[in-house]
């Protein structure tokens, strides 16, 4: 079946410099996609999502990048704190589906 | 504003016997959904409601799991018998109307079937 993933499974990074987590998607008929940020013991928390039509989104400190092309996106958080460290996942959606939550990514920020 | 609220957090159980899980949604969300979350995975949905009725549940073992939702507001998700594969943490999450708004989750009920 359809399936979203991702590349690294674990990212450690300087605590100030920039994260990059990946996802890869399958389904190109996903029209929108979520990236959530899950700490440790609690349930998944928005961080920001993105529409098809388009190809960047920018939250705070937070940057999701969309490209249809290569079925791909991607989260950048800004200037990495220690209270950034969760596990990320992305998760993709077509128009009158259920939600399809990658494997999800843990980022450690070192200090 | 108060969020998804689950109990229990924690229930250790033998295989074979039954357990159930309690959610009760931010107050004027009509949607619910039930995830299990299997360790190093991420969340899979097990059922969707739109108020007291049943959107989706494909993905739902009918055999051992049910779920209800009786008059729109609380919800609760029963294993019988449990299995060792059921060992998960079973996720509530609630949105205001329908799949594209924003779904707020619970912290969850970790199960483990010994």
């Known amino acids: 079946g359809e399936s979203v993933g991702l590349h690294l499974p674990t990212l450690s990074v300087q605590e100030g410099d920039n994260s990059i987590i990946n996802c890869a998607y399958s389904n190109s008929a996903s029209d929108y996609f979520i990236w959530y940020k899950q700490e440790s013991g609690k349930g998944p928390q928005f961080i920001i999502d993105i529409r098809s039509n388009m190809d960047k989104r920018q939250g705070q400190r937070v940057t999701v990048l969309l490209n249809k092309t290569v079925k791909h996106l991607s989260l950048q958080i800004a200037a990495t704190q220690p209270g950034d460290s969760a596990v990320y996942f992305c998760?993709?959606?077509?128009?009158?589906?259920?939600?399809?939550f990658g494997p999800g990514t843990r980022l450690s920020a070192l200090p | 504003e108060a969020g998804v609220a689950q109990s229990p957090r924690y229930k250790i159980i033998e295989k074979r016997q039954s357990v159930a899980f309690w959610c009760n949604p931010i107050s004027g969300h009509a949607t619910l959904y039930w995830y299990q979350q299997i360790l190093g995975q991420g969340p899979k949905l097990l059922i969707q409601f739109q108020n007291n009725g049943v959107v989706d549940d494909s993905q739902l073992p009918k055999d051992r799991f049910s779920a209800e939702r009786l008059k729109g507001v609380d919800s609760t998700l029963k294993i019988q018998p449990a299995k060792l594969e059921d060992s998960a943490v079973y996720l509530c999450?609630?949105?205001?109307?329908?799949?594209?708004?924003?779904?707020?989750f619970g912290p969850g009920t970790r199960l483990t079937v010994l």
């Open positions: 998760a993709e959606n077509h128009y009158g589906q259920n939600f399809v």
């Open positions: 999450a609630s949105s205001f109307q329908g799949l594209r708004n924003e779904q707020f």
